[in-house]
DNA sequence: CGATGGATTGAGGTAGGTCAAATGGCGTGG
DNA sequence: CCACGCCATTTGACCTACCTCAATCCATCG
């Protein structure tokens, strides 16, 4: 996701068990360990804050937990477009309800856990359904509402609002 | 997991997406917010082994997603078995390869996502292979090599030997 | 001894998978 | 401008892991 801090783990884990890659190219920042170390020492707020940026990512992993152990296909894919269109939104990458998805089904497919074919009819139901579009790189969110409510999707996990200092 | 620190995300997060149970009796100990505050203000390499916490949790959350989505019953009942030994293990909770379960089969369920009559076909099968021993309370692990195969269980993700200061 | 809760078994159902083929859009070379 | 080839998407047929429902069994305990 643009602007997101990735992998923040390396700097206090050094033994990696993933790895981290791009869907699309991108443009990175590199921070070096000693830079954030140095913020370690002499920043505790804003150690605090990184230290928020993990904890976020781990309440979004709890919640693909929920999806793939709980949600059917149709809703654990509804639940993922409810995050993009949020997460999107946060960072000004939306345009109303529609933003930008450059994915083929298959990688998809990938990142929900699902076959290609399952993604695809999933797909066609949101669409008969009228609740997306989704053509080219393009996905439109037609309505939000029903979308949200078949994911029961609760954005609270996301944190978007400012946290108290 | 006795000796855990729970829940260190709500010291970071003040609206929280969840809830934590136990699942036995236990003793908790509470730390109050000004404490860890404090101690983010003082002690950075304290305020890290916090943030190490945390992350270790995220990644035993990613194994987890993997086990959800791409495990087997079978395998995700032997991930969590094996996760379990070793992180028991290092609070001196196992002796050799057997330790204390106190869940009943619907509990184990609920936990893995599955239900109840599949568990039990899971466990009848982890006990045909003479993988385990499961009698009241008591989970003895009889072929650790081949029930970490059949996970695929690395256990790197629990970073459990100590981490470089 | 009956009650209770967990474990086990059987039968039938379903979401999603695999395999295989068809369709369709689009860029490239001629 | 066309034909071709490459992908992604779509469709159909069949399969399987796991689910639900409903008994039954079994141990423990008051």
Redesign the pocket.
Same mark, same amino acid.
């Given at each position: 996701m643009p602007g997101d801090f990735v992998d923040l783990h390396s700097f206090l884990v050094k033994v990696m068990d993933h790895a981290v890659m791009a869907v699309t190219p991108c443009t990175i920042g590199m921070v070096p360990h000693e830079a954030l170390r140095e913020i370690t020492e002499t920043h505790p707020h804003l150690t605090r804050l990184l230290a928020v940026n993990i904890v976020v990512d781990a309440a979004i992993h709890r919640q693909w937990l929920v999806s793939m152990g709980r949600r $059917? !296909? #149709?809703e654990h894919t509804a639940h993922l477009l409810c995050e993009l269109l949020l997460r999107l939104r946060a960072v000004g990458l939306t345009t109303d309800d529609s933003f930008q998805l450059p994915l +083929?089904? !298959?990688e998809l497919g990938d990142t929900l856990? #699902? $076959? +290609?074919?399952?993604v695809?009819?999933v797909?066609?139901e949101l669409r008969k359904e009228e609740l997306i579009t989704w053509h080219g790189d393009t996905v439109v969110i037609k309505d939000w509402p029903r979308l949200q409510g078949i994911a029961e999707f609760d954005p609270t996990f996301l944190s978007l609002k400012a946290e108290p200092r």
């Open positions: $059917s !296909a #149709l +083929t089904q !298959a856990g #699902l $076959s +290609t074919v399952h695809n009819r797909i066609q």
